[in-house]
């Protein structure tokens, strides 16, 4: 299982967010580094065919996602960094909709939505309106939301966010478990919700890939510092 992109572009107005990148994804946690501007959301949302690229592809398994269409969002979870959630609705009531949006078996939904809710402590809130939630709670509820349907591909956008130090390693320890044979995409500016659990670092500076690697790799190249060092240093090293 592979998704690919291959001379992925995209401008705003003047400025080039992504310039002609190409990677392949594999299997694994992917940490999606780099500084404000450094292009991340937009990968993001030109993967959840969310925003027009303005050129190049995006293959699943060799095939264009602007071709599988439906196909291809029914094996997509995404988390989105800006939050959307429907504020009167209870966190029960609002998985159960993006569940039918997604078309999920309702034999799936009695099964999963509980499981998800228990897994991300969620559970003493299903019948609270999300709006009445404080924000680290309405982060779990946008994150059980991305993984309804065990989507082969997740795609989250700062997911810690919000979240306390505990509730960020039980979300670490949840993803690892989940992502082993799936692809996992993590945008974040707190390498220490990473370090840990990604397989793979893609460093993104000024809308172009300066590194791809490894984890281990990647740490044991810059003498087995933190990711945070690494990460620095490797951000500053062509400054």
């Known amino acids: 299982m592979e998704l690919d992109i291959i001379e992925l ?57 602007l071709n599988m269409g439906k196909r291809f969002r029914k094996i997509l979870g995404f988390m989105p960094q800006e939050q959307g959630y429907y504020p009167d609705m209870t966190t029960y009531e609002f998985l159960c909709y993006i569940a039918g949006i ?53 795609l989250l956008d700062e ?9 960020r390693i039980r979300l670490q320890h949840y993803i690892r478990e989940y992502s082993k044979e799936k692809i996992t995409l993590i945008s974040t500016h707190i390498t220490s919700d990473v370090e840990t659990c990604a397989d793979f670092v ?9 590194t791809s690697a490894d984890m281990s790799e990647f740490l044991a190249e810059h003498g087995n510092a933190s990711l945070e060092q690494a990460y620095l240093g490797r951000i500053h090293a062509d400054a």
């Open 102 to 154: 997604k078309e999920i078996p309702e034999s799936v939904v009695r099964k999963q939505i509980p499981e998800l809710m228990e897994n991300l402590n969620l559970s003493s809130f299903a019948y609270k309106k999300i709006g009445n939630l404080s924000g680290g709670m309405k982060q779990r509820v946008i994150l059980a939301q991305a993984l309804l349907g065990s989507p082969k591909i997740l």
């Open 202 to 210: 893609l460093l993104l500076k000024n809308g172009d890939i300066i």
């Open 9 to 65: 572009y995209k401008k705003y107005g003047k400025k080039t967010a992504l310039n002609g990148i190409t990677h392949t994804f594999k299997p694994g946690i992917t940490a999606v580094l780099g500084p404000n501007g450094s292009g991340k959301t937009t990968m993001m949302n030109l993967l959840c065919d969310i925003v027009k690229r303005d050129g190049g592809e995006i293959l699943f398994d060799g095939e264009e996602i």
């Open 159 to 167: 997911p810690s966010a919000g979240l306390d130090p505990e509730e």
